[in-house]
């Protein structure tokens, strides 16, 4: 049984709505999840006049739970991003999912989640550089001659480029035409040319087009498994480009073969930059752009979907966080406390269900205690 979910997501910085709309609202007419969203301005004030500094997306839609909804208003938000970096050529992020809470009509308990990102606005260095490996890589590109460093400098770029997305398709394709501006050097380091293309009736054979046979020979021979990984890079790559296949059924093949053809871009760099060790030099895996973030879920109880929050605003919980960075050899631990006040109509309660902090993977950390005060009856929530 579905229920039916309003999600709130922003993008910053964004373009400017028209100063005479006060939003935009689109309707998506489907007959098993009808859809509304509503494009409104995210305003600041500055020296006295009102600045339009980023988008602010309400999703309605239907799904069988808060998780899903959130799931799917990211990614259909995400498409109508698309549609405004089309109409205006101005390049936005992805949305960022600020709340979301149940709007089905006659409940009495709803969904209701909360999104904090980077909540404590400190950013902190990830990871250690390894100044003797980047002073090898580096020596070795300078000293490579110009032409095959020049393909080297482009893969570089494009390796970098796939660390930086967050879409595993673009990231899959970024590490794969990283390997094809290597793929001339890799063909004569093998010494090999193009696949022919053979005549059928007189047997004549020819090159018809360019191929990739020096990343075929690279990861067939040089990379453990690499003939079953090849294959699968080749399948996925024809059906990413040339969409063969159903997006939805390739996205669990795209998360999982990404981060081997970003390892097998990496060795193929430190190949042809003539690495002694390229096969046991030391790879880190991607470490994504991963803010920190806090997630609040609750229950809210009674109320009506157009009235939960207070003076006609959303739902909402106010954050303040009071932190103290302590260092040491093994790093910086911060340690503090986060508060949260309940922004509600009079007429609503709620009951907390789980507070979560998140950071990337090689963040590590734990809530210490907990304490949930009721409200005085007299003060605004």
Same mark, same amino acid.
């Given at each position: ?130 100044? *003797? @490996?980047? +002073?090898? %890589? /580096? ?10 460093? !020049?393909?080297?400098?482009? &893969? ?78 080749? *399948? @996925?790559? +024809?059906? %990413? /480009? ?10 669990? !093949?795209?998360?999982?073969? &990404? ?123």
């Amino acid at each position: 049984m579905t229920k039916d979910y309003k999600i709130l997501l922003s993008v910053r910085p964004a373009v400017g709505l028209d100063p005479k709309l006060k939003n935009i609202i689109l309707n998506f007419d489907e007959v098993k999840r009808p859809k509304k969203v509503i494009i409104s301005k995210i305003e600041e004030t500055i020296s006295g006049s009102r600045i339009q500094s980023g988008l602010l997306l309400r999703v309605f839609l239907s799904a069988e739970n808060l998780k899903e909804a959130v799931k799917e208003a990211k990614s259909f938000a995400d498409g109508i991003i698309s549609f405004i970096t089309l109409a205006t050529g101005v390049g936005l992020d992805i949305p960022s999912e600020n709340l979301a809470y149940e709007v089905t009509p006659n409940v009495s308990e709803r969904e209701f989640i909360q999104i904090y990102h980077d909540p404590f606005r400190i950013v902190v260095s990830r990871r250690i550089l390894n100044h *003797e @490996l980047l +002073i090898q %890589l /580096m020596d070795h590109f300078m000293k490579t001659e110009p032409k095959t460093s !020049e393909r080297i400098g482009r &893969s570089i770029r494009w390796y970098r480029m796939g660390t930086m997305t967050l879409d595993v398709f673009d990231r899959f394709n970024c590490f794969w035409i990283g390997l094809e501006a290597l793929n001339p050097t890799l063909q004569n380091k093998f010494k090999v040319g193009d696949d022919k293309t053979k005549c059928p009736k007189c047997q004549h054979e020819w090159t018809s087009t360019p191929t990739v046979s020096g990343i075929r020979l690279f990861v067939q021979t040089k990379i453990p498994k690499g003939r079953e990984l090849y294959k699968r890079f080749r *399948e @996925l790559r +024809i059906n %990413l /480009m040339h969409s063969k296949e159903d997006f939805g059924k390739l996205h669990a !093949e795209a998360t999982e073969l &990404s981060p081997e053809i970003g390892e097998v871009l990496y060795r193929a760099i430190c190949y042809l930059l003539g690495i002694e060790q390229w096969k046991t030099v030391t790879y880190k895996k991607i470490l994504e752009k991963v803010p920190m973030r806090i997630e609040l879920e609750a229950t809210l109880v009674d109320g009506e979907p157009e009235t939960l929050g207070s003076h006609g605003k959303d739902p909402y919980f106010e954050p303040s966080h009071e932190f103290t960075p302590k260092f040491s050899d093994a790093g910086i631990m911060f340690e503090g406390k986060t508060n949260f006040t309940a922004r509600l109509n009079s007429n609503v309660k709620w009951r907390p269900r789980e507070v979560r902090f998140y950071g990337d993977p090689e963040t590590k950390g734990s809530i210490t205690s907990t304490e949930v005060h009721k409200r005085n009856e007299n003060s605004d929530r």
